[in-house]
């Protein structure tokens, strides 16, 4: 009898905790339906309760990262506001994307679950609040000014003059060379030679360092992972992550190779500082900015967050617009044709080097890079933002602290601005120069406003410079490319990513051209 009781005061008990699980996640479900302050936007019920609808397109679905994608077909269905997750809308409207990405007096905050798993929480790009952005950004602004890229113009040069004795050697022994490789090889040599002063000299082996940066981008695969558990993560002893996947040691290794580089910048800076006989032999924009910020922002673990992202947003983006640029050239022999008319009158002599203000006023050239800019839809990544002022979108009013985006990579996909959106054609800004404006006043590969892209100018004369030389100096063919599976983008890791399958832009060395 007592036994009897025992039981049916513990069912009664289980019955009630689980009633009261179920009155709190029914009502949770009421709340964010009926009465959150999103609860009039458009979109799909499930994105509108849990953010686990992105978790399934982001992480779980093959391959991952797949919600951007998802989200372009939302629109089609709800319009051009969406509401993408319980409290993020995206509005996917290019009337609307400068006041989305506003600069000036506007103050533009990030949107902290956005940046939460990138694994630099001292960045700039993961600086929520606006003023703290300015404070960051300010101490490296001047060192990607238009002026001061210029002024880096020899050592971009000298770098792409290794590259193409490189490119030599592949000819000379008959070798494919994977120009997605070859290109990550020469972007992080010079990012890193401008922001540490030396160079990781990726390119002075004879595969380019083939090894490594196949290894390297292997850290991008953990981002969906980092993004959804990045709280749990952080109480992970970094020895236990490591082990549990071959990714993520590559990415803690990458993480701890910035901060022992850092770690040694601030030792030899302070021993200038008090020795005033040792003289740094190079600057570099990490030197520099120790003298720039407070001291609270030279913490190393601070500065190697900014290396990272410095390091990964300035490489393989570079890298995979001139892949992309390669792949589309050499696919379309009349495109090859325009393009080597201009350079070969630019540059009669092929060993010839010429300065980047002579390669940025060349129009068929400019227009390739454009189209190479747009067609590789580089940042397909949801840069949420919030704002202190409201929002208002045809309708909908959106209140101070709403997060909100516009998809960069979709916006420079866009059927009503470009006709036959996927199609790479130089011509499209060629000729008519009001169309041609207009298209400019749509063109943000690079963002806009206050957290648009700082690497602007050095990957414009990253992209002119390589491509000129490469495609004036070689003569080359694919080597079994495929471009849905080798070039375009179709997977969010922050950067757009080919296929899983890829095998990267493969180009046979046929000649060297004179
Ligand atoms: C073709 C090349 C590149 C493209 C298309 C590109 C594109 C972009 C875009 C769209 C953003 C904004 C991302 C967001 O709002 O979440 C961005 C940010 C950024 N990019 Fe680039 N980028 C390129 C090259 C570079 C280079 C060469 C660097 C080297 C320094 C760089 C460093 C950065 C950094 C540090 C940010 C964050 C800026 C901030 O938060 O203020 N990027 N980039």
Redesign the pocket.
């Known amino acids: 009898m007592t036994q009897s009781l025992e039981s049916f005061k513990t069912i009664n008990l289980s019955g009630i905790c689980l009633l009261a699980v179920a009155i709190y996640v029914v009502s949770f479900i009421i709340y964010r339906l009926y009465f959150h302050p999103l609860c009039g936007i458009p979109g799909p019920r499930l994105a509108a309760i849990t953010s686990w609808y992105e978790t399934y397109y982001d992480l779980f679905k093959t391959p991952s990262g797949q919600y951007w994608n998802k989200i372009d077909e939302l629109h089609k269905e709800y319009g051009p506001i969406i509401r993408i997750n319980p409290d993020e809308i995206q509005i996917h409207d290019p009337e609307f994307y400068n006041q989305i ?1 506003a600069g000036g007096s506007t103050k533009r905050h ?1 949107y902290a679950r ?1 940046v939460s798993g990138n694994g630099s929480p001292g ?3 993961s ?1 929520v609040s606006h003023d703290l ?1 300015r404070l960051r ?1 300010s101490s ?1 602004n001047p060192f ?1 000014s238009r002026a001061a890229v210029l002024r880096l113009e020899e050592r971009i040069q000298s770098r792409v003059r290794i590259l193409c004795e490189r490119l030599s050697s592949f000819l000379q022994r008959g070798e494919i060379v994977d120009m997605s490789v070859a290109m990550t090889s020469l ?1 992080l040599d010079i ?1 890193t030679e401008y922001s540490f002063g030396e160079s990781w000299n990726l390119m002075d082996n004879d595969d380019l360092s083939y090894n490594f940066i196949k290894v390297m981008r292997g850290g991008f695969e953990t981002l969906q992972v980092r993004k959804l558990f990045n709280s749990a993560i952080q109480l992970v002893p970094p020895s236990i992550l490591a082990w549990s996947s071959l990714n993520m040691k590559v990415f803690l290794e990458f993480k701890y190779r910035c901060f022992e580089t850092c770690r040694l910048i601030k030792i030899a800076h302070n021993d200038t500082k008090a020795n005033s006989t040792t003289r740094q032999t190079q600057i570099n924009l990490f030197t520099e900015a120790l003298d720039r910020l407070p001291e609270e922002e030279i913490e190393t673990q601070r500065l190697a967050d900014e290396a990272l ?2 390091i990964t ?3 393989e ?2 890298s ?2 001139l892949a992309t640029l390669i792949y589309h050239v050499l696919r379309n022999p009349h495109i090859l044709a325009n393009l080597r008319q201009e350079l070969d009158t630019a540059i009669p002599n092929a060993n010839m080097e010429v300065p980047y203000l002579t390669l940025e006023a060349l129009p068929y050239l400019t227009a390739t890079i454009r189209e190479s ?1 747009r067609v590789s839809a ?2 397909p ?1 949801r ?1 949420l933002l919030t704002a202190d002022e409201p929002l208002q979108y045809k309708q909908w009013s959106l209140k101070p602290g709403t997060a909100f985006c516009m998809n ?1 990579s979709k916006y420079l996909l866009d059927a009503s601005i470009y006709s036959n959106p996927t199609m790479f054609d130089p011509e499209r800004w060629l000729g008519d120069t009001r169309r041609t404006q207009k298209l400019l006043h749509h063109f ?4 806009k406003g ?7 100018n ?2 414009y004369a ?2 002119y410079l390589v491509s000129a030389y490469i495609i004036r100096r070689f003569d080359m063919r694919l080597y079994d490319v495929i471009r849905e599976r080798d070039v375009d983008t179709v997977r969010d890791a922050f950067i757009g990513l080919p296929s899983i399958e890829s095998k990267g832009v493969r180009v046979e060395m046929i000649r060297k051209r004179n």
């Open positions: 990405y990030r956005s960045s700039m790009a600086a952005h950004r490296l990607f972007t990012i992202v410095l947003a300035g490489s983006t570079t995979r617009a800019l580089l940042v990544n840069s960069t943000a590969p690079f963002s206050h957290r648009g892209c700082i690497g602007m050095l990957a990253e992209l």
